[in-house]
Nanobody
Framework: QVQLVESGGGLVQAGGSLRLSCAAS????????MGWYRQAPGKQRELVAA???????NYADSVKGRFTISRDNAENTVYLQMNSLKPEDTAVYYC????????????????WGQGTQVTVSS
């Protein structure tokens, strides 16, 4: 079994910053892609940012220049530094791990965390 545990959400004023963390635990040999998604009330879940094990990153246009994703491969942890937060960033943020290799040649396609609430007040 592989689990993802997020932390770091909360309430912040517009223009403020938060840092989310997500630690993967369990039987893990490697993780190809780790990322953050978010879902606001009444909206579909959307990709915020993702990072490969090699360090390549991908961001949603709405967060480029404000959010930074990073990861510690040795600790199977991914971070999301969120600066210049806006009320429209308010959502539940979910950590995701894709193509998790539990032992050489054996993969789990995707694993989700339980989500952490981020609320940005105007």
């Amino acid at each position: 079994q592989v689990q993802l545990v997020e932390s770091g959400g909360g309430l912040v004023q517009a223009g403020g910053s938060l840092r989310l963390s997500c630690a993967a635990s369990g039987s893990i040999f490697s993780i190809n892609v780790m990322g953050w998604y978010r879902q606001a009330p009444g909206k579909q879940r959307e990709l915020v940012a993702a990072i490969t094990s090699g360090g390549s990153t991908n961001y949603a246009d709405s967060v480029k220049g404000r959010f930074t994703i990073s990861r510690d491969n040795a600790e199977n942890t991914v971070y999301l530094q969120m600066n210049s937060l806006k009320p429209e960033d308010t959502a539940v943020y979910y950590c995701n791990a894709r193509n998790v290799e539990t032992r050489p040649g054996s993969y789990i396609y995707t694993v989700w965390g339980q989500g952490t609430q981020v609320t940005v007040s105007s």
